[in-house]
């Protein structure tokens, strides 16, 4: 674990499964329900979130990463930022470019900053998606292909906006019930082939170009609820994942994934699970 530590590389990534070598972190030194902005926060508003319990489950969890040879910086958490543990929303990275989001909700703007004072403290040039109505929750890479959710934390012209970016790639517009917030809580690519998802959160015709693409394994609405689509693979049919989600835990190692369970549930009632903690910033891959 390091605070502003050097890259050892450029940023690069082009898929959600590759093997995980650095990734940035926040620890929920000051996360609380202070303004609901999702579903989940409505049910545990009242209830609040455990801030030594939040930072013991956060420790274990950079731990595991770490003893599986994952480079994990940390971000500093700031007080004005209760949402800022939910880092993968402020960027994402695509091949060797990371870009830097601009948050939607106004509770969150400003996260950015702190991860663009890193990057070009470290001389690390990113693209900067000003003005632009798009969340890294909803971005989900693989190859060639870019999935971006439309929500209502990402809109259709940032998504083209994208694309006029990468024109020799293809970037497909994923609708989905906007009260699951970010794309990630109910869809995952966990494999070239397969992928997690919640079929609620879609029409026919979205669950149809999605199967027409992956396998799909369906996770049940008690277990979407517990965010069982958002995982966080490492590489090597590694994958991080919550206890509580034992259907989805099953059916990953009938496919041969080795589930590393680790409980955050503490953090998870905000809204985010292992995939929103994290932005990965380097993997291995066909560069």
């Known amino acids: 674990m390091a605070f502003f530590t050097k890259s050892p ?5 082009r898929s959600e499964y590759d093997v995980l070598r650095q990734v940035i972190l926040c620890k929920p030194e000051f996360m609380t329900i202070r303004d609901v902005i999702n579903e ?34 940390i971000l500093p958490s700031l007080k004005m930022f209760p949402e800022q543990v939910f880092t993968r929303d402020i960027g994402f990275t695509f091949g060797h470019i990371l870009f830097v989001a601009e948050m939607a909700n106004k509770l969150r703007q400003g996260e950015e900053e702190v991860l663009k004072g890193w990057l070009e403290k470290e001389d690390i040039s990113y693209f900067n998606l000003r003005g632009d109505k798009i969340e890294g929750g909803d971005v989900i890479v693989n190859g060639e292909t870019i999935y971006v959710g439309l929500s209502d934390r990402t809109n259709q012209q940032a998504i083209d906006h994208l694309q006029s970016i990468l024109p020799h790639y293809e970037v497909v517009t994923v609708p989905f019930t906007e009260k699951y917030l970010h794309l990630d809580c109910v869809f995952n690519i966990i494999s070239p082939t ?10 026919q015709k979205e ?21 069982g689509t958002n995982v966080l693979s490492i590489g090597n049919k590694k994958i991080f994942s ?9 059916e990953l190692r009938n496919r041969g994934f080795e589930v590393i369970e680790v409980d955050i549930t503490e953090i998870i009632k905000s809204g985010g699970s292992f995939r929103c903690c994290t932005l990965p910033i380097l993997r291995d891959g066909d560069k």
Do not use: C, W
């Not at 545990?44 to 003893?67: N, P």
């Not at 149809?208 to 965010?227: D, H, Y």
């Not at 919550?242 to 099953?250: A, F, G, Y």
């Open 9 to 13: 590389e450029k940023p690069f990534a």
């Open 242 to 250: 919550l206890p509580v989600n034992t259907n989805v835990n099953q």
């Open 194 to 203: 397969e992928a997690l998802y919640y079929p609620g959160a879609f029409t």
């Open 207 to 227: 669950i149809k170009i999605l199967s027409s693409r992956f396998e799909l394994i369906e996770v049940s609405e008690e277990e979407q609820f517990t965010l």
């Open 40 to 73: 989940t926060q409505k049910k545990f508003k009242d209830e609040g979130i455990h801030i030594e319990l939040a930072m013991a489950q956060h420790k274990k969890f950079v731990q595991t990463l770490e003893d599986h040879d994952v480079d994990v910086i």
